[in-house]
């Protein structure tokens, strides 16, 4: 007899409403699993932890979704939807400049909510046809934005769509390495830019107060990233990456490791 709690491959999809049924739940227990592991780590999360997640075999979620493509596609559609919602609602505002400045915050929203999606807007899908379709739609109505913008003498001349796409793939490296430890973080990122973005002489948006330094250094250490500054006897410091430094202190001669950043009292 075989146990529930392991995995099945048998076919889901038979003659008959009950194994019908039983397709359909896979399907959904499947979409449930990776929009939850996604959002949580990001599109890395390999088709075998999904399978395990949702509790169906490896070959179960094969014949869902044959590809990786497939499965990102259903997952994140609803997301798509309202991706090209956050620009149809910018293009609809009557003001312009608030109107591109919303969809950025909108859609950097939507990528610190879900790491997942943090990757989706910074990547491409060629085989996933719908999901590609939406993108465009999106990019066409964002280059009708960025015209808008520029009308105002708000928006810089020199601004070109291909800073959202830096801005957007900037924001999801934030969103990776902040994680749960600072989660507004990426506010600031976008008010920076947005300023960075603003014509000489227009008004400067206001600029979010800074994650507080303990915060911070708590998703330093989480993520495991950091640069570390070693001293010379001659007082000249480089920075060097978290991962070379040896696994306890140490001082050679003159030379010794410091930590490039205090650590919250």
Same mark, same amino acid.
């Given at each position: 007899?075989?146990?529930?709690?392991?995995?099945?491959?048998?076919?889901?999809?038979?003659? #008959?409403?009950?194994?019908?049924?039983?397709?359909?739940?896979? +399907?959904?227990?499947?979409?449930?699993?990776?929009?939850?592991?996604?959002?949580?780590? #990001?599109?890395? /999360?390999?088709?075998?932890?999904?399978?395990?997640?949702?509790?169906?075999?490896?070959?179960?979620?094969?014949?869902?979704?044959?590809?990786?493509?497939?499965?990102?596609?259903?997952?994140?559609?609803?997301?798509?939807?309202?991706?090209?919602?956050?620009?149809? &609602?910018?293009?609809?505002? *009557?003001?312009?400049? $608030? #109107?591109?400045?919303?969809?950025?915050?909108? /859609?950097?929203?939507?990528?610190?909510? %879900?790491? @997942?999606?943090?990757?989706?807007?910074?990547?491409?899908?060629?085989?996933?046809?719908?999901?590609?379709? $939406?993108?465009?739609?999106?990019?066409d109505r964002l280059l009708e934005l960025i015209t808008r913008a520029k009308s105002t @003498?708000?928006?810089?001349?020199?601004?070109t769509h291909q800073d959202v796409v830096i801005l957007l793939i900037a924001n999801a490296?934030?969103?990776?390495?902040?994680? %749960?430890?600072?989660? %507004?973080?990426?506010?600031?990122?976008?008010? $920076?830019?947005? +300023?960075?973005?603003?014509?000489?002489?227009?008004?400067?948006?206001?600029?979010?107060?800074?994650?507080?330094? &303990?915060?911070?250094?708590?998703?330093?250490?989480? &993520?495991?990233? #950091?640069?570390?500054?070693?001293?010379?006897?001659?007082?000249? /410091? %480089?920075?060097? *990456?978290?991962?070379?430094?040896?696994?306890?202190?140490?001082?050679?001669?003159?030379?010794?490791?410091?930590?490039?950043?205090?650590?919250?009292?």
């Amino acid at each position: 007899m075989t146990s529930s709690a392991v995995p099945s491959d048998t076919p889901d999809q038979q003659p #008959g409403a009950g194994l019908r049924a039983d397709a359909e739940r896979n +399907r959904c227990r499947i979409l449930a699993a990776a929009r939850s592991l996604y959002a949580r780590a #990001g599109l890395g /999360v390999s088709m075998a932890s999904i399978a395990r997640e949702a509790g169906v075999g490896q070959a179960t979620l094969s014949r869902r979704f044959p590809t990786k493509d497939d499965l990102v596609a259903a997952v994140f559609a609803e997301r798509m939807d309202a991706y090209v919602a956050a620009v149809t &609602a910018a293009l609809d505002d *009557p003001d312009p400049w $608030h #109107g591109f400045t919303r969809y950025l915050n909108s /859609v950097c929203a939507m990528q610190a909510a %879900d790491r @997942g999606f943090a990757d989706v807007l910074t990547m491409t899908f060629p085989t996933a046809k719908t999901l590609e379709a $939406h993108r465009v739609e999106a990019y066409d109505r964002l280059l009708e934005l960025i015209t808008r913008a520029k009308s105002t @003498g708000h928006l810089r001349d020199d601004f070109t769509h291909q800073d959202v796409v830096i801005l957007l793939i900037a924001n999801a490296g934030v969103v990776t390495a902040i994680g %749960d430890a600072a989660p %507004d973080t990426w506010r600031r990122l976008v008010a $920076h830019m947005i +300023r960075s973005y603003t014509a000489p002489g227009a008004p400067i948006p206001p600029l979010p107060e800074a994650p507080p330094a &303990a915060a911070l250094y708590r998703a330093m250490q989480e &993520a495991g990233v #950091g640069t570390l500054q070693f001293t010379t006897g001659g007082g000249s /410091v %480089d920075p060097v *990456p978290m991962s070379t430094r040896p696994q306890q202190p140490c001082a050679t001669g003159s030379s010794t490791w410091t930590r490039s950043w205090p650590a919250p009292e």
